[in-house]
């Protein structure tokens, strides 16, 4: 069970149970949702509503004659010398960059779990 896994893989542990557990132990009937009076959580997102509203009536009002205006004025920008709209252009193009310091990080952690002595 202590075997080293290839790098980037995880381990899932399943636990099988004697008896499944009742309703009441979990705090879910059988078809999964909770019991009434055992979510503790909120009435969620309370602008949900508003904000599927007003992205519909975007969408209907946009025409993608509206979208290729908007990307050429952001492409004449840049070819002006804008500096937030070449890296605006930039990153929907390209992708926003990796952060160096991320990717050292990332390498440094890699190579402690490489030296950690196996079990």
Do not use: C
Not at 1 to 26: D, E
Not at 52 to 77: F, G, Y
Not at 91 to 119: H, N, S, T
């Amino acid at each position: 069970m202590n075997q080293r896994l290839p790098k980037g893989r995880i381990r899932i542990l399943r636990v099988r149970l004697k008896k499944p557990l009742k309703a009441s132990q979990t705090g879910r009937h059988a078809n999964g949702r909770f019991i009434k009076g055992q979510w503790k959580g909120g009435p969620g997102n309370p602008y949900v509503r508003q904000v599927a509203a007003l992205r519909s009536a975007l969408l209907s009002a946009v025409t993608p004659e509206d979208i290729d205006a908007v990307v050429r004025a952001l492409i004449k920008k840049a070819l002006e010398g804008d500096v937030p709209a070449i890296r605006e252009l930039l990153d929907r193009v390209l992708g926003r960059p990796v952060e160096v310091d991320f990717v050292e990080r990332l390498k440094a952690l890699e190579d402690a779990l490489d030296r950690e002595p196996k079990k």
